[in-house]
């Protein structure tokens, strides 16, 4: 694959269940990550969504959800930075999740093709 080519990934970061009091921060790390300058103009360079904000796992971990449309080499800088936080681990997934469905990037294409759209 180019390495030049978006595709749509999940990117789960699972929490350790002792950090269960700093969800909201992590998150707000993970954000900062992706978008170091929410007041920036368009388009975003990797478009995102957050489908999960710390939900509960079984094992009383929590996960945070990204849905990005990026580059190979986007979203690999993206795992490393967010392994960096060493809050947990983490997983990631290239158009099909953990149950082989394929991964909705519906808005994240929307968000890419209308931001393109305004350069």
């Not at 954000?31 to 999960?52: A, I, M």
């Not at 710390?54 to 929590?62: A, C, I």
Request: glycine content about 6%; proline content about 4%.
């Amino acid at each position: 694959m180019s390495r030049g080519v978006r595709s749509v990934y999940l990117v789960d970061l699972i929490l350790d269940a002792d950090v269960d009091d700093e969800v909201e921060e992590v998150k707000k790390k993970v954000l900062g990550l992706l978008c170091p300058d929410p007041d920036h103009r368009p388009p975003c360079e990797v478009p995102w969504e957050v489908r999960s904000s710390g939900s509960l796992e079984e094992d009383g971990s929590r996960v945070i959800s990204v849905v990005l449309f990026a580059t190979e080499a986007q979203v690999s800088e993206f795992v490393r930075s967010v392994e960096l936080l060493d809050k947990g681990g983490v997983r990631f997934f290239r158009e099909h999740d953990a149950n082989g469905e394929e991964i909705d990037g519906s808005t994240v294409i929307e968000q890419y093709e209308i931001e393109n759209a305004l350069r």
